[in-house]
């Protein structure tokens, strides 16, 4: 179970009185830091039904309960260690995990905590505009559930940075709460967590994509040979799934209302005049998070994931369902772009493992799609959705620098600097979505015109449940 100290845990923290001091030093700052930086206008006269974790094991997410933002018990959760763990891949494969860091990986692993730890307050920054604009009470409680998780998903990687780290790991902990997302002089680290969410469709295009993006790390980190990294991700990662859920359930809350408008306006008719998203609005949304969300993998060939893989710090999402764990002399035939075409190379799987989480994640993804599309099937519409090619749009990696169209067509970069809006948002789109987001709703039960309500509510709830609560 998890203790009721000023830091709800279940890590024995008041038997590190040094650890808990500093946390509870650490504490103030956090909650200045979400005054400051988290959802705006809904910090002290709302109350949110939200869930809390009362313990790690299954039924211990059955906690919901009303709780102002600020208010919200953020904790120190570790899934239940594994006896007798062993490192599952690497170098050290077969030696038993650690449980402190190794004085020669203490840079890459600070490095590695650090930047998942960014991700997470970023992510709140981005939406912190959203619930002016809800579609619903419904929504608005979810946009807060995936917020407040994204907090305690902080708390996880800076009880790491204290308890492991040192002075450094502290002086870290201070820096999550001081860069900010979109900041010219002191943004996030990864590129995706300073891109604008100011609309719904961003929004659940992010928690689809993005927050997948969270689930292929944190499977990978979970893997890690240093224990209690290993458990707190697994349980940062029964979180995830409600953020992607949130994302894949909002987009096909929104096929299903267009589909229903596109009938309404006659086939070839425009379902914007009758306030809907059309179906072209939406996958160019697609484009732009799925593009973002494939870069936040890094390089296709990395120096850094095969030294990770190697010191065993960072494996492959579900490593156990691989062969072999060593991969010392093993290939990968990787697509390169040379001379405008592409030619196909080996490269030493060790530094081609960005790529094969990347693979991973694209599955994934295109599972997702798939499933949308049986939405569009089902209403009889001839549209689908598809998942760019992943040289469109890329930033980070070989492709960067190069410029293609959505099905891997290379272009001049004039040709794709006249054609990106066909593919990518267009400030017109943004300015129409910004129209019909632009009262918040918040009857209990009502839904903007553009959504469809969800098949049920949370917790068994109704759908026209008060979810969110203001004081008077
Ligand atoms: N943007 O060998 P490279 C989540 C840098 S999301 C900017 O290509 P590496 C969440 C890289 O740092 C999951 N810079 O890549 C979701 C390096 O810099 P230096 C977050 C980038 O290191 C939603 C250089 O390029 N978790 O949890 O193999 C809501 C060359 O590095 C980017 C993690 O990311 C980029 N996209 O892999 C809330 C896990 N990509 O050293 C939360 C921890 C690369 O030259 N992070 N660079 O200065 C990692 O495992 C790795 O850092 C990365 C990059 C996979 C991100």
Redesign the pocket.
Known sequence: MISAEKIPNNVNLSSNKRLQRALEHWQPKYIQWWRDMGPQGFQDYHQVYVRTATSVDPDGWAHFEYVKLPEYRWGIFLADPTPDRRIGFGDFFGQPVWQEVPGEFRNQLR???V??GD??P??VEQQRLLGQRCPSMYDLRNLFQVNVE?GR?LWAMVYLLHSYFGRDGRDEAEELLERQSGNRDKPR?????NEPIDNWLDFFM??MF??R??K???M??SESSLDPLSRTTRFMLTE?AH?MFVGETGIARILERTCQLMKQAGYSGDVRKIGGIDIPTIQKHLNQWFSLSL?????EV????AS?FANGL?GRAKEDTFDEHIVKNAYYNMEFFEGGRPVTKDVLMRNA??EV?RDWYVGDCAAGVARWNRILEQHGMSDRLRLPDRKFNR???MYSGFHFDPNGVPLTAEQFEKRKHEWLPAPSDTEYLLSIMDKPVYEPGKFANYIAPPRRGINQQPIDFEYVRTEQ
């Open positions: 490095r590695l905590i930047t998942q991700t997470e970023a992510s994204e998903h680290i990864l590129e995706a967590f992010f928690t993005t927050d993006d969270g292929s790390q944190l990978s980190l995830e953020h870069d936040l993998h890094g390089s990395s120096s850094n994931a990770y960072k493992l960005n989480l930033h980070i990696g």
